[in-house]
């Protein structure tokens, strides 16, 4: 199931998709960059996860998930989600200038998997 939590963030941060639009008038983020995710399992079986993600303009990106959706508001307010096969997760939370902190939630097959997220800027 460790692939259950990784979905979750992304939920990462976490990450559905993002309450706005990140910054409207240059397009860039005071959040673009690299960020490096810790996903804990509170509730479930999933185990714990770790793996990092981009941010653009806005936009969080995992390089190898084609099913992933997320964004983050100028405010910081983050959502996202990711589908893998039978998997899905999804997460919310907030990111500072350089940590982010937030809950996740998912299922693989019928087993349901629940927890909290980090996040660290490179």
């Known amino acids: 199931m460790k692939s259950t939590a990784a979905i979750c963030l992304v ?16 397009g860039r ?5 690299s960020w490096s995710l810790n996903f804990v399992t509170q509730q479930g079986a999933c185990d714990p996860y770790n793996f990092s993600v981009n941010i653009s303009d806005g936009i969080v990106s ?10 983050v508001t100028a405010g910081g ?8 096969q039978d998997k899905f997760a999804a997460g919310s939370g907030k990111l500072t200038s350089s940590s982010g902190r937030g809950t996740w939630s998912g299922h693989e097959a019928n087993a349901r998997c629940s927890g909290y997220w980090t996040a660290q800027r490179f």
Do not use: C
């Open 11 to 26: 939920s990462a941060l976490s990450f559905v998709s993002f309450v706005t639009a990140a910054s409207a008038g240059s």
């Open 29 to 33: 983020s005071p959040y673009d960059g």
């Open 62 to 71: 995992h390089p190898n998930l084609v099913r992933f959706r997320g964004k």
């Open 77 to 84: 307010a983050v959502r996202a989600s990711v589908h893998v």
